[in-house]
């Protein structure tokens, strides 16, 4: 199916909203891995989102030249193509983008769909993530609300972080500590300056513990009842239903089923997967090389074995086992077997 419209994908949310379950948003950075996200979501039966983050576009575009916008133009120019091959529908999504690259990232791409949407067309992503974590809640929301009036005038969604995830991805990195939890306060505060979609939609990461990459159960205490409780205080506050957020979850690595089961339930349509398929992907190769050394190396004058050391041998293999941890996610998040496509 064709990459989702700005309708489609609005549909997608408002579905999963009211239905109960979550998107998995899997982070790409080459062919290969969008070819093993529109596997698993065909294997799975589940519409989802694939995003890219700045570090990612940096690879798409060449990891000699550096040239984000680029390389995530290309990312979606051939996500836009192959997903036609594909049963699923899915939306194309910019993650991650902090302050200092605003200006090389996800401007110059909302610039490029409004060139699209004046010649007719749809936007070429559905959706960016504007990443403020690093910077005072007000200049945070101060430069949401430039964003969001431009995401409104080409019909894409507008995410926020409102709140701190700890760890690092693509150079944002924040400490433990208790500034990962946000607060009903800083709820109000993103209400009051973006509305609740009057000024354009947007997706809200709040934060209630999560930490990007890989950290054993225990080591970081997630409270995804926090979230019930800021929907609950915001619902008395302003209506707009009993969950008046779209939420979105970010560092959820290592996060059991009870805890992504219950973040789903307080409003949660959209989690991102990336530390665990970036190594079930290469833990793929890993295994397939060491399995293989011989063929893989011309050893003590020996010539290999091209069908093993060609890329797309090895590539296959890795692509359907990142595949398989797509179609967990789609179980872990609900959508498993709904989509409408």
């Known amino acids: 199916m064709p990459v989702a419209t700005p309708e489609q994908y609005a549909e997608m949310l408002d579905r999963a909203k009211i239905e109960g379950f979550a998107y998995p948003a899997v982070n790409v950075s080459s062919s290969s891995t969008i070819n093993s996200v529109l596997q698993g979501l065909t294997e799975a039966g589940s519409d989802g989102i694939i995003q890219v983050t700045t570090g ?8 000699s030249v550096k040239n984000r916008a680029s ?5 979606a120019a051939f996500a836009t193509e192959v997903a036609k091959n594909y049963p699923v529908t899915v939306a194309l999504h910019t993650d991650h983008c902090p302050k200092d690259a605003l200006e090389n990232f996800v401007l110059p791409l909302i610039a490029a769909s409004e060139d699209e949407v004046r010649a007719g067309r749809n936007p070429i992503f559905q959706s960016h993530m504007w990443d403020g974590s690093a910077v005072p809640l007000t200049e945070n929301l101060d430069i949401a609300k430039e964003i969001i009036a431009r995401t409104k005038a080409i019909n894409a969604i507008l995410e926020v972080e409102i709140g701190v995830v700890g760890g690092e991805e693509d150079g944002v990195s924040h400490e433990i500590n208790e500034h990962l939890y946000t607060t009903l306060d800083d709820a109000i505060a993103t209400i009051e300056a973006l509305g609740l979609g009057e000024n354009g939609r947007y997706m809200a990461a709040l934060t209630f513990g999560n930490v990007h990459g890989v950290y054993k159960p225990g080591n970081v205490k997630l409270k995804p009842e926090l979230l019930g409780a800021i929907q609950a205080g915001l619902a008395e506050k ?6 008046p957020l779209d939420l979105v979850f970010h560092g959820g690595s290592g996060s059991t089923q009870e805890e992504i089961t219950e973040a789903v339930s307080n409003g949660v349509i959209k989690m991102n997967i990336d530390t665990d398929t970036q190594y079930t992907y290469s833990r793929s190769i890993a295994d397939t090389v060491l ?3 011989d063929g893989f190396l011309k050893v003590d004058g020996e010539v290999g074995n091209k069908k093993v050391y060609d890329p797309r041998s ?5 692509e359907s086992a990142m595949a398989k941890r797509v179609v967990e996610a789609t179980r872990e998040l609900g959508s498993f077997g709904k989509s409408k496509s």
Not at 238 to 243: A, E, L, Q, S, W
Not at 314 to 318: D, L, N, P, Q, R
């Open 238 to 243: 302003y209506g707009h239903g009993p969950k």
């Open 314 to 318: 090895w590539g296959k293999i890795a």
């Open 291 to 293: 399995k293989n050394y």
């Open 56 to 63: 990612g576009a940096d690879y798409f575009a060449g990891q």
């Open 71 to 75: 390389g995530a133009l290309a990312f």
